[in-house]
């Protein structure tokens, strides 16, 4: 069929009321949650967009999945379907589920990084950063320079800085333990990693022997855009484009709270035997046994139901499409946006957008209360706040100050994307008025989830 309009691939079965509150409930609302979104009650958000991490709409087919749940302490079936699943796509040998990806994370660097290692990326997420952090190790982000400038066009943002990876590898080899890649690049805008960077990357690691690892929590979003973007590979499905990419790593860490269409859920997964039995020793520790390593089984099998289906050319290309068609919006209304548009989320450019509040003075936290003040709908800020903090105490601005909307999978529909523009496109027509912000409390780490903000006069 050859219309224009790219429908929801998919019909509503069950629905969930949003509730509709006045201004001044909201004024208190967020008064009372000391400024930061994350201390909203989630009742208190009409659209939510803070996050597309476990808030996605599960199908038919996975809840059905869920009733099929092996509840058996070890070797329960929903695993084994769980495990084919997993391998049938990445090909790695070890499949170690997790509770989320954090938790993979976490084992992953406790098990392979010791004092002074670096790790390198092209972009850390900010629980990836804290967990090589946390292990004494250094976290570079090495993604190329186009990647760093929010207007500039190209695409695959995500890629890797090849030449900074071989500088990188040359001179301090010794303390890299292994390589990480991140598809799509949520930090950097939700921008894609082409399939011949990966090959650069790979041919790097084998010259220095090095491990790479993929942080895939959004694969087949990367793998629908190598499809769209990259020459050869248009006829290609994104199943097969997703399993070329972990075909070139040697582990993957994953939470499929992303394209795994769960709400729960996770693993790490990795060809060596070594390292698989160090990680799993520490999974029985902290997560659970191995076959089921924090989850239910009807977690198992729901991530396992999820998996098949993102890889639907049908769901990928409206998911793809509809988060562009809000990014078309907003550049028609000369917002600032990171372009082009990412696959899970706009990406404000809130430090473009506000000029008369300084980095320090926290732009995107100014932007996203506005965004919820106007129009009920909750964003995050991923800027100054959340990456501005070092571990000495000091605080410098980020690199950039962005606002996200991240949008859940199969969640909202064309017009919930129309009001969201609409309202967007109001407070930067009154972007003049806004004010900055400033810290009442925060803790050492990951200071964006529970800091206390004031309005400054
Ligand atoms: C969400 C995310 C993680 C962490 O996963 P959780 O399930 O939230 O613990 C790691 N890396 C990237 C790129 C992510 O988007």
């Avoid at 972009?123 to 570079?140: I, K, L, P, S």
């Avoid at 909202?412 to 004010?435: F, I, K, M, N, P």
């Amino acid at each position: 069929m050859n219309f224009r309009t790219i429908i929801e691939p998919f019909r509503i079965k069950s629905v969930e009321a949003i509730k509709f509150t006045r201004r001044e409930d909201r004024e208190a609302a967020l008064a009372a949650a000391g400024y930061n979104v994350f201390l909203l009650h989630a009742e208190d958000v009409l659209i939510d967009l803070l996050t597309d991490s476990g808030t996605g709409a599960m199908s038919s087919a996975q809840w059905a999945a869920i009733m099929q749940g092996d509840e058996s302490y070890a070797g329960s079936r929903s695993y084994f379907r769980f495990e084919r699943v997993v391998r049938d796509l990445t090909g790695f040998r070890h499949i170690i589920p997790t509770h989320q990806g954090r938790a993979a994370e976490r084992i992953l660097f406790h098990t392979t990084l010791k004092v002074g290692d670096i790790v390198p990326n092209n972009n850390h997420f900010d629980t990836t950063r804290a967990n090589v952090e946390v292990e004494g190790a250094e976290a570079q982000d090495l993604v190329i320079a186009e990647g760093r400038q929010p207007s500039v066009i190209h695409p695959f943002k995500g890629n890797v800085d090849l030449g900074l990876l071989e500088r990188l590898l040359d001179q301090h080899g010794d303390r890299v333990p292994l390589v990480m890649v991140t598809v799509t690049n949520n930090s950097g805008g939700g921008q894609p990693v082409s399939l011949e960077n990966l090959r650069g990357v790979r041919a790097l690691c084998d010259r220095y022997g090095k491990p790479l690892f993929l942080d895939a929590c959004r694969f087949a979003e990367n793998a629908y855009f190598v499809k769209l973007r990259e020459a050869g590979h248009a006829d290609r499905t994104p199943k097969a484009i997703a399993q070329e990419m972990f075909a070139l790593a040697d582990g993957c860490t994953m939470s499929a709270k992303k394209d795994g269409l769960a709400n729960i859920g996770g693993f790490l997964a990795m060809n060596d035997d070594t390292w698989a039995l160090a990680a799993r020793n520490l999974l029985i520790l902290t997560e659970g046994f191995p076959t089921y390593g924090g989850l239910a089984g009807y977690d198992l099998e729901a991530v396992a139901q999820g998996l098949e289906e993102v890889v639907d050319e049908a769901y990928l290309r409206y998911r793809i499409r509809s988060t562009e068609y809000l990014g078309e919006k907003l550049i028609a209304g000369d917002v600032p946006i990171i372009r082009p548009a990412g696959g899970h989320a706009i990406y404000v450019d809130a430090r473009a957008l506000l000029p008369q509040i300084p980095p320090l003075e926290y732009p995107g936290v100014a932007l996203v209360n506005a965004l919820y003040l106007e129009a009920g709908i909750r964003s995050v800020e991923i800027g100054t706040v959340m990456f501005g903090l070092h571990p000495d105490g000091t605080e410098t601005p980020a690199a950039m100050d962005l606002v996200r909307l991240a949008i859940p999978r199969r969640v909202y529909t064309q017009s919930h994307v129309d009001y969201v523009a609409e309202a967007v496109l109001e407070v930067a027509g009154r972007r003049r008025e806004l004010r900055g912000y400033r810290i009442v409390s925060a803790p050492p780490t990951l200071r964006h989830f529970t800091a206390r903000f004031e309005p400054l006069p």
